[in-house]
């Protein structure tokens, strides 16, 4: 059984830093597309960045520059480093998991809560 288990989240002020974590079971990790989604309120799952396991990575516009992503294969996890957090950072992130490379993948985490406000 696949699983991602989302952590990090929490309430930081406007141009702080948070850094989330996915702890991915099973052997999915290592042969997967790896990729962070973000939804805030009222609005859809937006995609926040991925990495491929050769290590291509990608950024959306509205995150590049502030965030960065990295998998420890290691330790079957994906973070998601977040810097100069804006206001409209604000949403649930979510881990996904793309075993054929497509995004979204059909595994996801059950979501952490970033909260960016003074």
């Known amino acids: 059984q696949v699983q991602l288990v989302e952590s990090g989240g929490g309430l930081v002020q406007p141009g702080g830093s948070l850094r989330l974590s996915c702890a991915a079971s099973?052997?999915?990790?290592?042969?997967?597309?790896m990729a962070w989604y973000r939804q805030a309120p009222g609005k859809g799952r937006a995609l926040v960045a991925y990495r491929r396991r050769e290590g291509f990575t990608y950024f959306a516009d509205s995150v590049k520059g502030r965030f960065t992503i990295s998998r420890d294969n290691a330790k079957n996890t994906l973070y998601l480093q977040m810097n100069t957090l804006k206001p409209e950072d604000t949403a649930v992130y979510f881990c996904n998991a793309a075993l054929q490379g497509v995004l979204p993948g059909m595994y996801w985490g059950q979501g952490t809560q970033v909260t960016v406000s003074s």
């Open positions: 099973g052997s999915i990790f290592s042969n997967s597309t």
